[in-house]
């Protein structure tokens, strides 16, 4: 079964500082890798996907997240926070190939961004 | 365009009674999931319909049921509700053409369970 493991539930870090937020996940098979993000009181809103293209993937609002076979992550990043990031964010994995968009998330990682 | 819409928003039941969510998908798309959001936890896949029928099942005991209609919308039925029913539903669509490729989420209902 695949899965995904989001490393710290709460990260903090200075506006205009380097965001990193990791995921590793675990597949039998080659993975789609998806990151989301989600703000209060709102459904979850598509950052960027890995689908075995281009191994760093660049996505919407600056972040971007690089797939890294070896290292079994896809670690999510944005080298300026903007007080508009602070939301919780979702990393996800689908299994490549399979009926249907299921996808299994992460427990999240909630940043907050401070002045 | 309007994405996916879902309705109520909020909802409060009491152990024991029976809840039917509504979900309409994205314009265009045919396929549509289920997912339960607990406080603090990443969302959960309950069950995906296409075609009407339900495709794939998460870890989800009977109790929780669904149902397609023509025109892809969607519900979940949730009976004998339990205090740990209380979560945020999300419901997403998607096209089946295009497998992987991106969900669009509903902002979800709100679902307490008293």
């Known amino acids: 079964a695949q899965s995904v493991t989001q490393l710290g539930s709460h990260v903090s870090v200075s506006e205009g500082a380097l965001v990193l937020l990791r995921c590793n996940y675990s597949s039998s098979v080659p993975p789609y890798l998806f990151w989301y993000v989600q703000y209060p009181n709102q459904g979850l809103q598509l950052l960027l996907k890995?689908?075995?293209?281009?191994?760093l993937v660049k996505g919407i609002n600056g972040f971007e997240a690089e797939f890294k076979k070896s290292e079994t992550s896809f670690h999510l990043t944005k080298p300026s926070a903007h007080m508009s990031d602070a939301a919780e964010y979702f990393c996800a994995v689908s299994d490549r190939g399979s009926s249907g968009d299921k996808l299994t998330f992460g427990t999240g990682t909630r940043l907050a961004v401070r002045p | 365009d309007a994405g996916v819409t879902q309705s109520p928003t909020h909802l409060i039941k009491t152990r024991g009674q029976q809840v039917t969510l509504r979900c309409s998908p994205k314009?265009?798309?045919?396929?549509v999931s289920w997912y339960q959001q607990a406080l603090g936890q990443g969302p959960q896949f309950i069950f995906q319909y296409y075609e009407e029928e339900e495709r794939q099942r998460g870890n989800f005991p009977d109790r929780f049921s669904g149902h397609q209609f023509p025109n892809y919308s969607s519900e979940l039925n949730v009976n004998a509700l339990l205090l740990g029913d209380s979560a945020l539903y999300l419901c997403?669509?998607?096209?089946?053409?295009?497998?992987?490729?991106?969900?669009?989420f509903g902002s979800g209902t709100q679902l307490s369970v008293l």
């Open positions: 890995y689908t075995s293209a281009a191994t």
């Open positions: 314009s265009g798309h045919d396929t």
């Open positions: 997403a669509s998607s096209y089946q053409g295009a497998l992987s490729e991106k969900l669009f």
